[in-house]
């Protein structure tokens, strides 16, 4: 008669070497470590077979329930953990913000999106009862600022805010990280126009005269802009595109210069910001022609959309906040809400008027959208003006 098999023992035939870890001591204790995980794989097959002989014998119910038991065990025990962890985050973000809160601009300090930046840092300094600073980080057209916002860790304590020119430059440069899944948008604040300005003395007292002096005399006018790819050069892209004119391109550093050469008549064509241009026009040191917002700015009248002369003609100079991708949700909605509530206050809406612009406080959905179309619009009109970057 056959007699029952019985695995063997496992044998140790190796011996453990002195606990050293450099030179041959090295090599003796990679040996023992070795001599381990084969000791340790031979009684898991030794295990195997045991489970093996117990299914032939009829006795493998205990050893499954113990082996499903354990799996429903892990599944539990998982599940406790990540039901304790949402309060948990949840509580955090209520606690939001228990430090300062840093708000990059990605321009050099005194300019419009500095000044935008700094009055809401202001009031949400008084709204959360924390510290938002405004820390100015120039570069590359606002690129710069830009990357550190976005590489920023997402913990609500770093945000942005960003005008219209983030998505012109989407559409001029590969930017080094995604500027529309790569953030977290949380609100258009504002928007308003740019404004068409000439100098007094070219002939052309409307848009609609002034399109026609152009066409009846490609090249002679001259536009200043705040630099290759720049938004105010692609504004007046556009308009050359739409309006079938010749225009000469004089790029600048920034805008102030541009504008300055403007005023002595060293150029004859600007596409100027609200704030800057409106008291030469009441001065009558420029002459307004239009905005290039798609209908007429409340804050300018008199003044045409270029829309109304050019269909499909509209360039928004908006100015926005994000933060970096992973931001917690709610931390979003509450700055939103904030902002909302800002752009309601007597003094503010004031302020705006004053700048020819209008508020918004848009959904962060609703902002994630505009920027998406900018850099679709502006990304044709390069395509199309073969523009390059510099």
């Not at 945000?159 to 930017?175: D, E, F, G, H, R």
Request: glycine residues 12%; contains cysteine.
């Amino acid at each position: 008669m056959q007699a029952a098999w019985t695995p063997p023992a496992a044998s140790v035939s190796c011996a453990i070497p002195p606990r050293r870890f450099s030179g041959r001591g090295g090599v003796q204790m990679r040996d023992a470590m070795g001599c381990a995980v084969g000791l340790r794989a031979r009684g898991a097959a030794r295990n195997r077979v045991i489970d093996a002989t117990r299914t032939r014998s009829g006795s493998w119910f205990a050893g499954g329930v113990r082996r499903r038991a354990g799996g429903l065990t892990l599944g539990i025990w998982f599940a406790f953990v990540f039901a304790a962890g949402v309060p948990m985050a949840q509580a955090q973000t209520a606690k939001w913000p228990e430090k300062t809160v840093r708000m990059i601009v990605p321009l050099a300090p005194g300019g419009g999106t500095d000044i935008v930046a700094r009055m809401f840092a202001a009031r949400l300094t008084a709204e959360f009862g924390q510290q938002f600073i405004v820390d100015n980080r120039s570069g590359a057209g606002g690129i710069i600022g830009a990357e550190i916002a976005a590489r920023a860790t997402p913990d609500g304590y770093t945000l942005i805010t960003v005008p219209a020119s983030y998505a012109a430059n989407a559409a001029m440069y590969k930017l080094p990280f995604d500027p529309v899944k790569g953030i977290a948008p949380i609100t258009l604040m504002t928007t308003g126009p740019l404004v068409l300005i000439v100098h007094p003395s070219v002939p052309a007292t409307t848009l609609k005269e002034f399109i026609a002096l152009v066409r009846a005399k490609p090249g002679s006018i001259a536009f200043g802009s705040s630099g290759t790819g720049s938004f105010s050069q692609l504004t007046a892209e556009l308009f050359r595109q739409l309006s079938k004119t010749d225009l000469v391109h004089v790029p600048y550093k920034s805008a102030g210069p541009a504008l300055v050469d403007l005023l002595g008549g060293q150029i004859q064509m600007f596409f100027g910001s609200g704030p800057s241009s409106g008291g030469h026009i009441r001065a009558g040191r420029v002459r307004g022609l239009a905005v290039t917002t798609e209908k007429r700015s409340p804050a300018l009248p008199d003044l045409p959309a270029i829309g109304e002369l050019l269909p499909g003609y509209s360039s928004d100079f908006w100015f926005g906040m994000w933060a970096p991708a992973g931001t917690p949700k709610d931390v979003v909605a509450r700055l939103q809400q904030a902002i909302v509530r800002i752009l309601k206050q007597p003094e503010v809406l004031e302020r705006l008027r004053t700048d020819v612009t209008e508020p918004v406080g848009s959904t962060p959905d609703a902002f994630r959208q505009v920027i998406v179309r900018d850099i679709a619009t502006w990304t044709k009109v390069v395509k199309a003006g073969n523009i390059k970057p510099q």
